[in-house]
């Protein structure tokens, strides 16, 4: 009779040991997989910096041209700022309600994309777009973002 106790008590030991390896295995892929999406934000970030920078390059080097681009960013970006400073530091900034990024992007013309707002002019996320208008006239230096 003693036998059979026993062998009640380790098994139930055994259950409680592999229940609580599969709550660390299921905690340990959520994990993974949060890092997965924010690593995904990440790229989708870095992503849209250079493809607006190569966009920008592309029209700086012609004569001259306008178009209409729109870009996808994560939904945790409110809106891209670009910001003049009295140094002449020209930034690209990226808003969101946790984090502000900046990257520095070339070739464009501050003073004419800011005009009228003070430092700064923002282009508003909407769900996960940005869209801008890239212009370059005959006779200028720069590309103007609208």
């Known amino acids: 009779m003693n036998k059979n106790r026993r062998g009640s008590i380790e098994l139930s030991f055994g259950m409680i040991f592999s229940i609580i390896l599969i709550i660390v295995f299921i905690s340990v892929a959520f994990y993974a997989i949060t890092k997965f999406l924010d690593f995904q934000n990440i790229i989708k ?5 250079d493809d607006l ?4 390059d592309d029209l700086w080097k012609s004569d001259q041209g306008s178009y209409e681009k729109e870009y996808s960013l994560p939904l ?14 020209e930034n690209m900034i990226f808003v969101s ?10 070739h464009i013309d501050i003073q004419a994309t800011t005009v009228g707002s003070s430092d700064r002019a923002c282009f508003e996320n909407k769900n996960g777009k940005v869209s801008m208008i890239l212009k370059k006239d005959f006779g200028e230096n720069f590309v103007t973002i609208k």
């Open 45 to 49: 970030i870095e992503k849209f910096g």
């Open 53 to 56: 920078q190569k966009d920008i």
């Open 76 to 89: 945790k970006i409110q809106s891209v700022c670009f910001i003049s400073s009295k140094e002449g530091f």
């Open 97 to 106: 309600k946790s984090i502000i990024e900046e990257k520095l992007i070339n």
